[in-house]
């Protein structure tokens, strides 16, 4: 009895691996296809660009000259450069933290009166530019803020006051196109945070009514806390997704004027394909990855000591 | 320590209402326990009195002052509710200290009275501690010195107890009338639970369809029910009626532990056979056939199944329930016609 127990449990053990590395390599096949276009359009691409910025010559170039740190010391240097991660930097303040305090505002309200019509409709309106093309966005805006034919000026010159170049002032150019920004995204954030409220069970709201506290207490103290970690994932998305801002720049103002909504990836692709420098590109776009990977690392590292997850 | 009364109130959700023209005096210091199916209107009543939920109609006083439409949070009331309602994004500490800091109570008097209350219910040891990482029985504690610190003039309870095991609920049960006799404060309590309502109330309010059915002492209640209703929802097995055999549709009710396994003198006495028999330990149950439908006894009395006796209920121990199924003296005259149905002495 023994020895035949002995003989079988190897026998058992060994088709138990085999069904094992059977479901391994079913497992490996299947997640294959997402596998194989990640790493041609992310990982490969991303190393190409730390090895491409390394080089000179041009687009055309056959064998582009390596240059070693040329390229991020003309960056350094560049000006030019330095206004682009300026308004990049003043573009992704203005349109996070306009859009998260504006998000958290609405969806509190919308949510306040759950039940009323209203607030579907207000919800729809507020909605509907996040399914809108940013192109179609951008150009409704180009018009709406043209400095002599644009709805706003109309308005403007209709009480009285002088028309004014919303897109065509270095002053207020930046400014403007974080607007549209806000315009666009508001709807996306206010639902994902509407949500979050929605979780909030209403006994938590009646103790602090037993409680006596006071309506903005309450907030403060109870519904901010309670939806702070979709607040986190919100705003690190709203960063990211402002660090990568172009397509609004490219057809509002190219980047202008006198270089005052030129941003990060705008800059990018200027170099790239209007200049035919990729390598010095590729430098650049070294600088954004590194900023995101250094301003996500932050946002969670202050998310640990603030945010409260259940 | 106040009391509480609520005159003609009314509660519709639209057109639907759950609670017309409720009437309910609770006695200054009294634990009072609401009790009755769900959807009876207890939470709601609770809730009212509390001024979570509006009233429609009528008047809620507490210490003879109307308080209709003074906010939930002044009306010096504490609450403990069936979720715990903790504030998930506070610790311990910061939870019991919540109410006081709104109430603008100085810090030494927050420190002293979260030290005394804490000591209480033995949190001492888990002040810094998040909700999460606590079990049932400690979150409920937290929830009950959070109620408790506000120094309320009235203690509201919505089925506190349902959310712990049996083992801790009994145990809590019993620190719970500990308390409200340390405290003296009128306790408002909600269980659908009638063993809870009968071991820590001192006065029941037993409600059905958004009606008060009887209100009364546990002892009352289980001695003298007024109804029916009341008479089957106290005690198990639920209490027999025997129903179709009295004129005037009189029906004939008694307790399953009020049966005695052999003849009685002063009583009927039933020819029936044990269908089944449950053994409790101390007690058995019994179900007997009999011409009149089943009958339910609870007694010590060991027989076994299929045994065929005489059970009789004597006539102290019976209640009489007219048509409407409220409860009617029981004359002499009727009880010679229960003799006479019954088979029983006179």
Not at chain 1, 256 to 268: A, D, E, F, Q
Not at chain 2, 237 to 245: A, K, L
Not at chain 2, 255 to 263: A, Q, S, T
């Given at each position: 009895m023994a020895k035949t127990k002995a003989k079988k449990k190897p026998e058992i053990e060994r088709v138990a691996g085999r069904n094992e590395k059977r479901e391994k390599l079913m497992g490996y096949l299947m997640a294959m296809p997402a596998i194989v276009l990640l790493f041609a359009f992310t990982v490969y691409p991303l190393f190409?660009?730390?090895?491409?910025?390394?080089?000179?010559?041009?687009?055309?170039?056959?064998?582009?000259?390596?240059?070693?740190f040329d390229n991020y010391k003309a960056l350094i240097e560049s000006t030019d450069f330095h206004q682009v991660l300026m308004n990049t930097a003043v573009y992704t303040a203005i349109t996070v933290g306009l859009t998260m305090v504006l998000a958290i505002v609405i969806a509190v309200w919308l949510n306040g009166k759950r039940n009323s019509k209203l607030n579907g409709i207000a919800q729809t309106f507020i909605f509907t530019p996040h399914i809108i093309s940013m192109v179609s966005v951008s150009t409704l805006f180009l018009w709406l803020m043209d400095s002599q034919n644009g709805l706003l000026n109309v308005v403007l010159t209709a009480l009285g006051f002088e028309p004014y170049s919303f897109l065509a002032s270095p002053e207020t150019a930046l400014l403007s196109v974080s607007l549209v920004s806000v315009w666009k995204g508001l709807g996306y954030y206010v639902l994902l945070i509407m949500a979050a409220l929605q979780n909030i069970p209403t006994s938590v709201y009646e103790a602090a009514e037993m409680d006596d506290t006071p309506p903005l207490r309450t907030f403060f103290k109870i519904t901010l806390p309670m939806i702070s970690p979709t607040i986190l994932f919100t705003s690190v998305v709203a960063v990211i997704a402002s660090f990568k801002v172009f397509d609004s720049v490219?057809?509002?103002?190219?980047?202008?004027?006198?270089?005052?909504?030129?941003?990060?990836?705008?800059?990018?692709?200027?170099?790239?394909?209007?200049?035919?420098?990729?390598?010095?590109?590729?430098?650049?776009?070294?600088?954004?990855?590194?900023f995101v990977c250094v301003v996500t690392y932050v946002q969670f590292l202050v998310g640990k000591k603030r945010v409260h997850y259940q | 320590m106040s009391s509480i009364s609520l005159k003609n109130v009314k509660k519709a959700y639209g057109d639907d209402v759950v609670i017309e023209n409720l009437n309910l005096e609770i006695k200054d210091g009294s634990f009072t326990v609401l009790v009755g199916p769900s959807g009876c209107g207890k939470s709601t009543t609770l809730r009212m009195i509390t001024g979570l939920e509006t009233i429609t109609d009528g008047d809620i006083l507490i210490d003879g002052k109307r308080v209709n439409d003074v906010a939930p949070g002044k009306r010096d009331i504490s609450m403990v509710f069936q979720n715990y309602a903790l504030y998930p994004t506070m610790t311990v500490k910061d939870n019991i200290e919540f109410g006081l800091i709104n109430k603008k109570i100085p810090k030494e008097e927050r420190e002293k009275r979260i030290r005394e209350v804490c000591e209480i219910v033995g949190l001492t040891e888990y002040l810094d501690r998040m909700p999460a990482n606590l079990s049932g029985g400690q979150r409920q504690r937290v929830a009950l010195a959070r109620a408790m610190v506000k120094e309320p003039k009235v203690f509201m309870m919505d089925e506190p107890l349902s959310n712990l095991d049996a083992k801790l609920r009994g145990a809590m049960r019993v620190e719970l009338i500990n308390m409200h006799k340390r405290m003296g404060t009128t306790f408002v309590y909600v269980t659908h639970d009638q063993v809870e309502a009968m071991s820590m109330a001192d006065d029941i309010v037993l409600m059905d369809k958004g009606?008060?059915?009887?209100?009364?002492?546990?002892?009352?209640?289980?001695?003298?029910?007024?109804?029916?209703?009341?008479?089957?929802?106290?005690?198990?097995?639920?209490?027999?009626?025997?129903?179709?055999?009295?004129?005037?549709?009189?029906?004939?009710?008694?307790?399953?532990?009020?049966?005695?396994?052999?003849?009685?003198?002063?009583?009927?006495?039933?020819?029936?056979?044990?269908?089944?028999?449950?053994?409790?330990?101390?007690?058995?149950?019994?179900?007997?056939?009999?011409?009149?439908?089943?009958?339910?006894?609870?007694?010590?009395?060991?027989?076994?199944?299929?045994?065929?006796?005489?059970?009789?209920?004597?006539?102290?121990?019976?209640?009489?329930?007219?048509?409407?199924?409220?409860?009617?003296?029981?004359?002499?005259?009727?009880?010679?016609?229960?003799?006479?149905?019954?088979?029983?002495?006179?």
């Open positions: 190409y660009m730390a090895y491409r910025s390394l080089y000179g010559g041009s687009v055309i170039s056959r064998n582009p000259k390596f240059v070693g490219s057809i509002m103002t190219g980047g202008g004027p006198v270089n005052s909504t030129n941003t990060l990836v705008y800059y990018i692709y200027d170099f790239a394909y209007s200049y035919g420098k990729p390598g010095q590109a590729c430098a650049a776009g070294m600088v954004l990855l590194l | 009606k008060i059915i009887q209100q009364s002492s546990p002892a009352e209640l289980y001695h003298n029910p007024n109804c029916i209703y009341t008479a089957q929802f106290v005690g198990s097995p639920q209490t027999n009626i025997i129903d179709g055999h009295l004129p005037n549709e009189i029906k004939l009710g008694f307790r399953p532990e009020k049966v005695r396994m052999h003849e009685v003198e002063n009583g009927i006495n039933i020819p029936a056979k044990i269908a089944t028999r449950e053994m409790l330990g101390a007690e058995i149950i019994y179900s007997l056939e009999t011409a009149y439908g089943t009958i339910m006894a609870k007694t010590d009395v060991d027989m076994p199944v299929d045994t065929e006796l005489k059970f009789g209920v004597e006539y102290d121990n019976m209640y009489l329930f007219g048509a409407d199924t409220y409860r009617i003296p029981f004359t002499a005259e009727l009880k010679d016609i229960i003799a006479v149905v019954f088979g029983g002495n006179k």
